[in-house]
């Protein structure tokens, strides 16, 4: 993997830690964290951060009868699933999302496809394929996307994205994407608001991209 050089911003890290991002950017960042040791090493500090601070939160007076009841309840919880392994280049995250499948592309036109992984009133998460060399229509956001880039490369006006970049553009970036002439570039985007594509083909073609 090439050096990641574009990261999750440090805000935003902190929300993901403390559990109160739209699900679609938690699943991209989960996945830039499972690739970038600078972000998990942030991500695990802030999440003993945050411990700590519930700690300091839990008030003295629980009676030691609520305290017993209370871990007997944790022990007999089931415990979590094991942590799903990634395949090929999609980490644990985007399989989790995948359900264990391999994606289940569909065309756009000009050879690019998409999957998408959830859609709701929360935003929308998708994989994205896009030809060496090709571009994705030029579009703004009515809010913010992620991008995260699993394999190959992308340019756009923000700069070059290799395997583990992750772009956050907002509402007044209008980009275009355009895959690098290494092979195909295959992303995981989120976004947290309809595209508002400018050019007219792209826009009648929205309701299939359905994000
Ligand atoms: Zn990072």
């Not at 994407?177 to 929205?206: H, N, S, Y």
Request: proline share 9%; charged share 20%.
């Amino acid at each position: 993997m090439s050096k990641i050089t574009h990261h999750i911003p440090e805000e935003m890290l902190c929300a993901y830690a403390a559990g109160t991002l739209p699900q679609p950017f938690a699943v991209v960042i989960a996945a830039h964290v499972s690739l970038c040791d600078a972000c998990r090493a942030a991500v695990e500090t802030e999440a003993a951060l945050g411990g700590a601070l519930l700690s300091g939160m839990v008030p003295a007076t629980v009676s030691e009868d609520a305290k017993e009841r209370l871990f007997a309840a944790l022990d007999s919880a089931p415990l979590p699933p094991p942590q799903q392994r990634g395949s090929g280049i999609f980490p644990a995250p985007v399989m989790e999302a995948l359900n264990g499948q391999p994606p289940r592309w569909k065309m756009l036109g000009g050879g690019i496809r998409q999957q998408i992984l959830s859609a709701n009133a929360e935003g929308s998460l998708r994989l994205l394929y896009i030809p060496r060399g090709r571009a994705v229509p030029e579009h703004t956001h009515g809010g913010l996307e992620l991008t995260l880039v699993l394999q190959g490369s992308f340019s756009d006006c923000e700069g070059w994205f290799g395997t583990g970049d992750v772009e956050v553009a907002s509402d007044d970036v209008d980009h275009q994407p355009v895959a690098g002439d290494e092979g195909p570039c295959i992303c995981l985007a989120a976004t947290d608001a309809p595209l508002r594509f400018r050019a007219m083909i792209p826009r009648l073609l929205q309701p299939l991209f359905r994000i």
